[in-house]
């Protein structure tokens, strides 16, 4: 009866996660959102239904915006482009933290212990999946710039002007990059000063090859000059960056991989024998729980520098 119980339980919070993800695709970006009912020409009187039907969460993700750990969370969810809001990404937190404990409790001889450890890997998993997103997102956007200055140029070379310009370089360029100067565009529309949406931006995307743009776009609104010529030596330099960067990425991805395999093996290891044999790994706490806490300290330690130092070798300014 008890494993038909935790059998239930665990289908159940399943079908919980399954649900929110869908709901939360069929929701869509809630920026784009907004904005399309101003941006549209139909009438705008009309209340949005997902914001009928997500009026808790609405409510749960201003309470939690309003705090500094909230804020970053809403900023990683943008950059990572994942639609979700605040208080849905914690919620995922907490399904992910009480699935993984109960999975881990089960397979774990019902231990405690086990259940901890099933639950912080709960809590973990969420975030390196946004700081992944995060990370691959912003690395195809810097690849994609070089292309998008080239655009920009020509269409000012052409007479365009510097919003006519924004406006092509959503409507030519692929993903990432034309979804954030489709935003970018969008607010412009609704009145928003393009300083500001420049701004809001690069807070979404913090990259320093994109300041370096923005920068020049303020500075010629202020002072003028010729946007294309400044935007064309931009353009050289951050392919230059690029490429330097892409080299260097090459040559030290042995030790950044070593060096992030090597780390995690330990700790692997570790969960495997807790969950195969417990009695052998908790031999070590035979000595007394001082001699047990010096050699977890110095395990942590030693794998802790290590890892440091090699990724300290692999970075490599440019």
């Known amino acids: 009866m008890t494993l038909v119980i935790i059998v239930g339980g665990i289908v159940l919070i399943v079908v919980l996660v399954i649900g929110l993800i ?6 869509g970006a809630a920026l784009d959102d907004r904005l399309s009912q101003y941006l549209s020409d139909e009438p705008v009187g009309d209340i949005d239904k997902a914001a009928k039907q997500s009026a808790l969460t609405t409510w749960a993700t201003k309470k939690v915006e309003k705090t500094p750990f ?14 979700f809001k605040v208080a849905e990404y914690f919620a995922l937190i907490v399904i992910c933290v009480i699935l993984l404990a109960g999975i881990a409790w089960f397979l774990g001889n019902r231990s405690p212990i086990s259940a901890i450890i099933g639950g912080v890997i709960g809590y973990i998993v969420p975030g390196q999946y946004v700081r992944a997103q995060k990370k691959k997102r912003l690395q195809k956007f ?3 710039l070089p292309d998008m200055l080239n655009l920009m140029v020509n269409g000012l070379r052409a007479g365009y002007s510097t ?4 406006e092509a370089i959503s409507r030519e360029m ?3 990059i034309s979804d954030e100067f ?5 607010e412009m529309q609704i009145g928003i000063p393009m300083e500001t949406t420049l701004d809001n931006l690069l807070r979404r995307i913090p990259s320093e090859d994109l300041d370096f743009v923005v920068t020049a776009i303020n500075v010629q609104r202020e002072v003028g000059g ?3 010529e400044i935007l064309d030596s931009i353009s050289f330099t951050i392919r230059e960056r690029i490429r330097i960067k892409g080299e260097i990425r090459v040559m030290t991805a042995q030790v950044r991989t070593s060096g992030t395999v090597l780390s995690m093996i330990p700790f692997g290891l570790a969960l495997i024998l807790w969950f195969l044999n417990q009695d052998y790994l908790m031999s070590m706490t035979r000595g007394g729980p001082i001699c047990t806490a010096v050699i977890i300290c110095v395990i942590l330690g030693l794998i802790i ?3 440091m130092i090699m990724m300290k070798i692999a970075d490599i300014e440019v």
């Open 163 to 166: 919003t006519q310009a924004i």
């Open 22 to 27: 869908v709901s939360t695709k069929n929701e």
């Open 182 to 186: 489709r935003r970018a565009v969008q």
């Open 305 to 307: 520098s290590s890892y």
């Open 142 to 144: 810097n690849d994609q």
């Open 70 to 83: 909230g804020d970053k969370i809403a900023r990683d969810l943008a950059r990572a482009d994942l639609k």
């Open 174 to 176: 692929p993903p990432p």
């Open 226 to 228: 010729n946007l294309s």
